[in-house]
């Protein structure tokens, strides 16, 4: 599946991209805000890219200007989601390399992602969040028509082995009737 915008094309990852997500993951004002933590090398982002990236509606964010990976967003439904929601339900992650914030490239990457969701997948809702402090991450959701849910305190993050607040935030399908 590959799904295109004005200047992106979201893609599946392949093991060429290895090299790009690296460039752009190992930045540490990047992965730890988003909850993640900065790849260490080329191999650790292959990696990935095999056992993270690999999964149903993942997909590189390639900017058509530069044809390279410069992040990635992915909608985890149902039971992939890190919350208790429905099959019928998606949690939509994403990031972006750090050259290219301010641009308007994720809430672009979004939006289609949303389309997608909603129209070719039928989704009912899609959920999203962001961590204390990630006030790009707040702003993209903002952008994108997000409404505040709830914020979950205190819990403990895996990935990064730290405790952190969690704001959670939603949209629900226009052509969905609850």
Not at 105 to 115: C, Q, Y
Request: glycine share 8%.
């Amino acid at each position: 599946m590959i799904l295109e915008t004005e200047r992106l094309i979201l893609r599946p990852w392949t093991d060429e991209d290895a090299a790009d997500l690296y460039e752009f993951a190992k930045d540490p004002d990047v992965g730890p805000i988003a909850g993640w933590n900065p790849h260490k090398s080329v191999e650790e982002s292959l990696e990935i890219i095999h056992t993270v990236f690999n999964e149903p509606n993942t997909f590189a964010v390639v900017l058509k200007s530069e044809m390279r990976a410069v992040g990635s967003i992915g909608l985890m439904l149902g039971k992939q989601s890190s919350w208790d929601i429905p099959e019928d339900e998606a949690e939509i992650g994403y990031w972006i390399g750090k050259p290219f914030w301010g641009r308007g490239l994720i809430p672009e990457a979004v939006r289609e992602m949303l389309r997608y969701g909603f129209n070719k997948l039928k989704l009912k809702r899609i959920w999203c969040g962001y961590f204390d402090g990630n006030e790009k991450s707040k702003r993209v959701q903002e952008k994108c028509g997000f409404k505040y849910d709830h914020t979950n305190e205190n819990i403990h993050w895996e990935l990064t082995d730290d405790i952190r607040t969690e704001h959670v935030t939603v949209m629900v399908n226009p052509n969905w009737d609850e």
